[in-house]
Nanobody, 117 residues
Framework: QVQLVESGGGLVQAGGSLRLSCEASKSIASNNIMAWHRQTPGKQRDLVASITSFGSTNYAGSVQGRFTISRDNAENTVYLQMNSLRPEDTAVYYC???????????WGQGTQVTVSS
């Protein structure tokens, strides 16, 4: 079973940038979709961005044009480059793996992103 470890969160001022990383314990080269979600206290976990093993991407409207998701299959790692950060981007960010075949879903432990105004 794939395990995911996120890193790269922290405290940043509004307008700043952060890059999140999600390293998988096994190959993610094929037949899956990797995604970043975020969650604030008392609210549901929402999709931020996703990328398939073919490289197709999808973004939430609120981050379109500011965030970029990418993957390095050779390094088993997915990234989320976050630019022009806003206080409303403050959340715990979770990495997610979903297999196309069987639909197995794996979550990372989350990494806190805090954007100060």
């Amino acid at each position: 079973q794939v395990q995911l470890v996120e890193s790269g969160g922290g405290l940043v001022q509004a307008g700043g940038s952060l890059r999140l990383s999600c390293e998988a314990s096994k190959s993610i080269a094929s037949n899956n979709i990797m995604a970043w979600h975020r969650q604030t206290p008392g609210k549901q976990r929402d999709l931020v961005a996703s990328i398939t093993s073919f490289g197709s991407t999808n973004y939430a409207g609120s981050v379109q044009g500011r965030f970029t998701i990418s993957r390095d299959n050779a390094e088993n790692t997915v990234y989320l480059q976050m630019n022009s950060l806003r206080p409303e981007d403050t959340a715990v960010y979770y990495c997610n793996y979903r297999a196309f075949i069987g639909g197995a879903t794996i979550w990372g432990q989350g990494t806190q992103v805090t954007v100060s105004s």
